[in-house]
């Protein structure tokens, strides 16, 4: 396939443009900002466009000839809490899928993040239950979170216009090369991210699967949890889960199963066969 992946110089871009070119698609990079030391803008199977995503007639015209786009380009954090993440990040994606259904782009997939939860990034975590899985209330206190459940609005408002297009908002993780690197030793002032992680190249697996399985798996536009099942750190999930959660019911079922952690991904191994693996 041809895919158009966009933020691609930057760190989450990056990994899933090599994923991707080491599945033995071409991709079609696009980003505000040249990166001086990448991977693979040698490779002849990529091709690079310096572009503002958020001019429309701009992206369009990228994203002519691709079968489909991953949507990375974003700001990654709240930054300043102030308006510049929120209406940057808002505008581009809805650019990004609008520009798909003009050009017949039907298969898309979103970064979005665990941070639709109030989450690390908010004045005071809070959750309603465990495991967290794609039904729980997401209610962000803050720009960047706020723009990432805007665009999954934005995603269902695409396809109740252009049926035929299928949206996948990949809610990652804590992006990291290893789960070492997620180690935090305040585990209190972690607390909002529940301690978790995702591997980057088991994202990147996540991304290309979101625009690559075949069409008649699912339809129209769905989120899903991408996080690790185990924890970056050393006590167990229900030791930290009485500590710093003790009011947070635990869905039942969940620990007799012998699932650990926070979060629930079966979703994502129902719809996209993805399961987390620490490649490294």
């Not at 035929?164 to 997620?182: K, L």
């Not at 650990?260 to 993805?274: M, T």
């Amino acid at each position: 396939m041809k895919i158009a992946i966009t933020g691609c110089n930057g760190g989450v871009g990056r990994r899933v443009v090599l994923w991707v070119l080491k599945e033995g698609h071409t991709v079609v990079g696009a980003d505000c900002v040249i990166a001086q030391d990448t991977d693979f803008y040698d490779n002849p199977a990529f091709s690079f466009h310096l572009v503002d995503l958020k001019d429309f007639d701009t992206t369009v015209k990228v994203f002519e000839g691709c079968d489909a786009i991953i949507q990375l380009a974003a700001f990654a954090q709240p930054m300043d809490y102030k308006t510049k993440v929120h209406n940057d990040n808002v505008v581009i994606t809805w650019n990004v899928l609008r520009a798909a259904a003009e050009l017949g782009i039907d298969r898309v997939a979103l970064a979005s993040s665990v941070n639709v939860l109030r989450g690390v990034f908010s004045t005071e975590p809070i959750f309603h239950y465990f495991p967290i899985d794609e039904n729980h209330p997401c209610e962000p206190d803050e720009p960047y979170g706020l723009s990432k459940l805007i665009a999954e609005m934005q995603a269902n408002t695409i396809v109740r216009r252009y049926p035929s297009m299928r949206v996948a908002s990949i809610r990652i993780h804590w992006f990291v090369p290893t789960r070492a690197h997620a180690y935090r030793q305040d585990y209190f002032r972690v607390r909002g991210d529940l301690w978790g992680y995702v591997q980057m190249d088991s994202a990147a697996d996540a991304f290309l699967r979101a625009v690559t399985v075949e069409m008649d798996h699912w339809t129209g536009h769905e989120m899903f949890f991408i996080a690790a099942p185990q924890l970056a750190a050393d006590e167990d999930w229900l030791e930290l889960k009485e500590k710093y959660f003790p009011d947070v019911p635990i869905k039942p079922g969940w620990v007799e199963s012998g699932t650990k952690g926070f979060f629930d991904c079966s979703k994502a191994e129902r719809l996209l066969g993805w399961v987390h693996t620490d490649y490294a």
